[in-house]
Each structure stands twice: as structure tokens, then as C-alpha cells.
């Protein structure tokens, strides 16, 4: 039996359990269009490629499954490189199918295609970021990259793949035999753990530690290894630092969590790290916002603390700082692993009782320092009371996308988080317009959990239209836009740096303030939106949003206050070099001058 290239992809991703393909039309890829339009699948038509990219990450992260993108040639493509890219550094399952222009015009520059310095090769401009780039050159090939690369996205560091398809292949026939194989591959491969003695060898160093620290980030989420990392730190009684995806991996009220290190984290949290003789590090790359720009002695002190790395990337063990034991594994085998070495070395466990009521009175401390501005009723707010009456407004295990400022690294420091998967970050790109999109595909992905986005002025600036797309495919999600008129962190910084704020407040060109009404924006989206008046309105209207079951915008005026910080980020260095600054120097146990370096 035959089918046109496009039924049988079709029906290839109903047969994976794709539910969803999120995109934007083009002449390239009508074909596969006509396909959908027939097939079971939901077309999700976005009005810009980077929301089809962000959405399909969000919906990747909450539903388990790779999120599916099909994208025009040429500004499809380009457009949507932003939300694909970030899809990549956050270790994001995603299958991107994209048009081409028809193979046989290979040379003759036709209409869209990039063709200024090489001809038919516009799919190599995601090279540097996806973990693999095809582009199909006959029908019969076809199968076997659908195999692949659906197989490649989820195993081992998921991430993303492109699949390059000129568009007549989508016309041309194909016998259903080449789609046999299909039919008997799985993608569900075996991922590795550790052998007995690195298992016991690791063990024997966290025992024989006066301080040790386990220290983990978002591969522990990815491994879906939650309940395996809190059964081994409760049986070795050991605290437990994270990064900032690393967030819910360990209930951030656990009595060892005690919280994200590097350049948002708190001294004590810091000096946790600091001060540890060992470190086992779990699915982490030790990037720098999480590692104070690697300064010696602000957050970590490697050597002469001993990094014990275990993570699924073997390019990562050993890449920032040198370690004395580095192990490929999957955590959550791992940690089972472990512990189970943990029991038979040391059956009766672990305990600090001392550890964990200072840990529990430097908790208490900090939220005391909290209190005034998390109960304030100034107006505008500020970001510490909107947080407050989120919290205690969304279900524990309602779901919240982040975006870039207050939002994400006030959330990652003080925003309590006891439900493995329930924020989620942009990380590693920190891509503004992230959480807007995002959170229509979370919530496709999470259809019975309460899922929304906090996100600031600036970043819901970047891309609005993705009211339009809430709107046609009815999906109840809602924006909390944290409005300081600005792009606040960067506002922060240069106010910090230079004493003034050029380039990041918004305002016209006589100086005053401007901003667009975003309520008034989303109602014409046809969109139920609120703008807030007082800082007591904010939590009733944000309970009637999340009851609304419909899209629903809440413009909430807020304080640009900075998020606390005692780490460092290094981001300076080329106007005002450092004077203890010695490559390679300052990254292995001398002590930062922070004062030079901090922001506050």
C-alpha cells in the first residue's frame, strides 16, 4: 500500500503518542497541513515560531513527551531558533519538522530560502544547538530518521532534533513496508548506573566526610528521581544544596533543603557549599550563576573540597571544576543504587540533629527578614507580597512557568516549592518571552492542574499574540505580568554599576513613563483581564483567575526592587577589571574580592 509522505508521517506521530504539533503555516509545508487536518492530531497555529518553540517545551515538561514543531523555511525557521534553543540548554525533549525548499531547485535560490553563501543547507543553522540535524533526501529514508530521532530527543541529556523536509517530499508516495520497522522499534532504552565498587568508593567518602553536601540540579527532575534523592539524604542525614532548575527536585521545606546556591543565593547557602570537605554533585553542570562566575571561595572552594559528579552527560563531569570521582549514570538507578550500598555499610543511617535546627533557624531567620515586605500594602507592590499571595492562593501542586527577573530568581530563592515539577524554569538561555508561551503548551500538557505564568512587563512585551493563540484553542491559563516598568534586573545592575538606567525603563523620548494598558490589550484579545489598584485586590483576583477556567491577564503594578544576592556574577570585568583577577587563579581556592563583584 502506498500514502503521500505526509499521511504516513501523520500517521507515524499518532502511533508515538504526539497529541499536539505546534506551529505556524507556510507554502512549504501545506502539504503536511492537509495531513493534519485529516489525521487525529491538534494543530496548535501560533502567530510567531518562537511561541510554537516555547510551547512545545512547555508541553514537553509537564506531559513526559516530546514536544513536536513544524515550521516554515527561511523566517519560520529563523523565528523560531530563540524557543528551540532554550529548549536545548534546558535539556528538552523536542522533534522540530521543518520545510525546505523543493529538492529539486536545489541551486536556483528560490523564494525564503538562505542562500547567500551556500545553497540547500538552511537546516545547519540549528547545528549548533540541536543534538542532530537531518534532511531528507528520498521518500524511503524517511522511517528510519523518524526512528531516530524520536529515540534521540528523549535518551540520554534529552534535547532537541531538527528534520529538514523539502516540501515535495511531503507529496511524494511511499510504499507503507518502509514504515514496517516503525512498527517494531522502541524507544525505551536501558540507561546505565554504577558498577558496585564506585558505588561503595562513593559511599565511603560521603561517610568518612566531616561536612558533606549533596549538591543537585535539573537532572534529578529529568530523571524523574525525587523520591530517590530525599530517601538518600534522609538516610544520610546530609544537606542538600540545588540549583535553580534543580528547583522541586527536593521539597524546598525538607529539613536539609537548604537552597539555591551561586549568584542569587543567600551567604548562608553559599557557605554551606563553601565549607564542604565533599560534594556529590547530581545532574549538574555547575554553570555559572549557580557557581558565582566559578570565583574560589564564594560558593564553592573545588579543591580543596572533593567533587564526587555523577550525570547522564559525560561531557559535563569534570568541566568546571576538577573532581575525584566522576560516574555516567542515570540518577534515579543511581541513587537506588547508593543507598542501597549506604544501608549495608552503614545500616542504622545517619543522623545531625544539629545540622537540622540550624538549618531550620536559618530558615526561620531568613522569612523573618521577609516578613515586613511580604506583608506590605504598598502600591505599587512589592515582588515579595505578590509571591506571598501566590503561594498561598495556587494548589501545591498547581504548575508555574517563570520567565526573566523577580519572577525566576526570586522564585528560585524564596518561592517554596514541594511538588517535583511544578516550575519551571528557562534556565540555561534565560529567554525572556519563555513563560507566556510556555504555559500553553504546560497547560495542554497538565489539563486538570491549575497552570499559570509569572512574568514581567518586559517579557510579555516580547510576544503577546500568544493571547490570540489562548483565545482560538481555548486554553485557561494565566499571565500574572509583574509590571515595574522596565527591564528590571538589567535596570538593577546598570543603577548598580553606572548610577543610572539607560536602555531599560520604558518611557518616551520627553522622559516620561510609558507602558501599554495591558489589561486593555488583553481584552481585545477577547481575553478577561484585571488591572490591579491595591496590593489587597491582587490575591482575590488572582483566586478568581485561576477559577475562571478561561485565559485570564492580571496586570499587577509592582516596586523594581532588586532581588537580594550575597554571591557574585561576573559580568563586569571588561570595563572594571578586577585587580585579583588571574585566569584559572581565582577558580581553585583563592578568595574573590566580592566586593569589587557583588550586586546588590
Not at 537552597?259 to 554553570?287: C, P, Q, R, S
Not at 494565566?478 to 545592575?493: C, D, E, K, R, S
Request: hydrophobic share 40%.
Amino acid at each position: 500500500m502506498k500514502k503521500l509522505v505526509s499521511h504516513a508521517l501523520a500517521d507515524y506521530l499518532e502511533r508515538q503518542g504526539v497529541e499536539y504539533v505546534f506551529g505556524l503555516c507556510g507554502h512549504t509545508v501545506i502539504g503536511m497541513l492537509d495531513a493534519l487536518q485529516k489525521s487525529k492530531l491538534k494543530f496548535i497555529s501560533v502567530r510567531h515560531e518562537q511561541i510554537a518553540a516555547h510551547a512545545a517545551d512547555g508541553y514537553a515538561r509537564t506531559s513526559g513527551k516530546p514536544g513536536v514543531v513544524l515550521l516554515h523555511l527561511g523566517p519560520g525557521l529563523t523565528n523560531a531558533t530563540t524557543g528551540v534553543a532554550n529548549a536545548a540548554l534546558d535539556n528538552i525533549p523536542m522533534v522540530v519538522i521543518a520545510g525546505d525548499i523543493p529538492s529539486y531547485y536545489y541551486g536556483k535560490h528560490p523564494h525564503q530560502e538562505f542562500n547567500l553563501h551556500a545553497d540547500a543547507s538552511q537546516y545547519e543553522i540549528y547545528k549548533p544547538f540541536v543534538k542532530r540535524a537531518w534532511r531528507i533526501e528520498r521518500p524511503e529514508a524517511f522511517p528510519e530518521i523518524l526512528d531516530k530521532a524520536f529515540t534521540m530527543a528523549v535518551s540520554g541529556r534529552p534535547g532537541p532534533v531538527l528534520i529538514s523536509v523539502p516540501m515535495d517530499m511531503f507529496s511524494r508516495e511511499i510504499d507503507m513496508i518502509h514504515f514496517e520497522r516503525t512498527y517494531h522499534h522502541r524507544m525505551n532504552i536501558a540507561k546505565p548506573s554504577l558498577d558496585q565498587e564506585t558505588g561503595e568508593k562513593i559511599i565511603d567518602m560521603l561517610l568518612a566526610a566531616k561536612n558533606p553536601v549533596i549538591h543537585y540540579g535539573g537532572g534529578i527532575l529529568l530523571a524523574k528521581a525525587s523520591q530517590e534523592l530525599t530517601d538518600f539524604v534522609d538516610f544520610l542525614d546530609i544537606p542538600a544544596t540545588r540549583t535553580l532548575m534543580g528547583q522541586g527536585g527536593l521539597s524546598d521545606t525538607h529539613p536539609l533543603a537548604v537552597g539555591m546556591t551561586g549568584f542569587w543565593g543567600t551567604e548562608y547557602v553559599n557557605n554551606t557549599t563553601k565549607n564542604a570537605d565533599v560534594i556529590l554533585g547530581l545532574g549538574t553542570t555547575f554553570a555559572e550563576a549557580d557557581s558565582s562566575s566559578w570565583y574560589g571561595g564564594v560558593t564553592f572552594n573545588i579543591p580543596p573540597t572533593k567533587l564526587i559528579h555523577i550525570d547522564i552527560d559525560p561531557t559535563e563531569i569534570g568541566r568546571n571544576f576538577p573532581v575525584e570521582i566522576g560516574a555516567v549514570a542515570d540518577l534515579k538507578a543511581a541513587l537506588k543504587d547508593l543507598l542501597a550500598v549506604a544501608k549495608k555499610k552503614k545500616p542504622e543511617g545517619v543522623q545531625r540533629p544539629e545540622l537540622r535546627k540550624e538549618i531550620k533557624a536559618y530558615k526561620e531567620a531568613f522569612k523573618k527578614s521577609n516578613q515586613e515586605v511580604e506583608a506590605s500594602s504598598q502600591f505599587p507592590m512589592t515582588p515579595q507580597r505578590i509571591l506571598q499571595d501566590v503561594r498561598e492562593t495556587l494548589p501545591e501542586d498547581g504548575i508555574i512557568l517563570t520567565d526573566v527577573g523577580w519572577n525566576k530568581n526570586g522564585m528560585g530563592q524564596q518561592f517554596p516549592i514541594t511538588v517535583p515539577g511544578t516550575i519551571l524554569h528557562p534556565g540555561g538561555l534565560a529567554t525572556m518571552g519563555f513563560g507566556p508561551s510556555a504555559v500553553l503548551g504546560a497547560k495542554l500538557g497538565a489539563p486538570h492542574k491549575k497552570v499559570i505564568t509569572m512574568v514581567g512587563d518586559g517579557g510579555f512585551g516580547t510576544n503577546p499574540s500568544v493571547m490570540a493563540t489562548a483565545v482560538e484553542q481555548g486554553i485557561p491559563v494565566v499571565w500574572v505580568v509583574m509590571n515595574n516598568g522596565a527591564f528590571g534586573t538589567i535596570a538593577g545592575l546598570e543603577a548598580g554599576h553606572y548610577h543610572h538606567t539607560f536602555g531599560t525603563v520604558f518611557q518616551k523620548p520627553d522622559g516620561t513613563r510609558y507602558n501599554p494598558e495591558w489589561a486593555e490589550v488583553a481584552k481585545a484579545y477577547g481575553i478577561k483581564a484585571k488591572k490591579i489598584t491595591s496590593a489587597k485586590e491582587f490575591k482575590e483576583v488572582f483566586k478568581e483567575a485561576l477559577d475562571a477556567n478561561e485565559p485570564y491577564l492580571i496586570d499587577v503594578p509592582m516596586e523594581n526592587i532588586p532581588v537580594p544576592t550575597d554571591g557574585i556574577w561576573n559580568i563586569n570585568d571588561i570595563y572594571t577589571p578586577k585587580e585579583n583577577v588571574v585566569e584559572g587563579k581565582l577558580m581553585y581556592g583563592e578568595p574573590a574580592k566580592s566586593k569589587h563583584v557583588t550586586t546588590k
